[in-house]
């Protein structure tokens, strides 16, 4: 979904389950979807905030969402039926200027570390911070 007017963009994935089952190459085709989405949806949309909803049962895909600098913003309680029982979902988002932070030899970088969850989204946050202090960004 794109709205031009409010400058928002909602990104959604439908993965082969083939591709799931290799963690390793779910994290890569993931990321790179992702990267191309966000250069898309803010450079040639100008798009302001780009979002995704994800069900909470989706653990993995959760961790590379906040790994690659989506932020969760917001609790969906009960939102979808599945295995037997109702599950919240949550929304996260990325905004341009958040993402103008975000360098190729920093994706580089980050992309190689595993534990996507435990590392990636401190580092991120470490890495936001510092450029949004040292560049006078608010």
């Not at 439908?14 to 779910?26: I, M």
């Not at 085709?29 to 450079?43: S, T």
């Not at 780009?50 to 989506?70: A, M, N, Q, V």
């Not at 929304?91 to 932070?101: A, G, Q």
């Amino acid at each position: 979904n794109i709205d031009l007017k409010n400058e928002t963009g909602e990104i959604s994935f439908l993965v082969d389950p083939a591709r799931v089952e290799d963690k390793e190459l779910y994290r890569k085709d993931f990321i790179a979807v992702l990267r191309m989405l966000c250069d898309y949806g803010f450079k040639k949309l100008k798009l302001r905030n780009i979002y995704s909803e994800t069900y909470i049962f989706r653990k993995y895909h959760i961790s590379i969402l906040e790994g690659f600098g989506l932020r969760p913003v917001k609790k969906l309680r009960k939102r979808k039926f599945a295995k037997g029982k109702k599950w919240d979902s949550i929304v996260h988002s990325i905004l341009r200027d958040e993402w103008k932070l975000i360098s190729d030899d920093t994706f580089q970088i980050l992309s190689k570390l595993k534990n996507v969850r435990n590392v990636l989204a401190p580092i991120y946050s470490l890495i936001f911070h510092f450029l949004k202090r040292n560049r006078n960004i608010n």
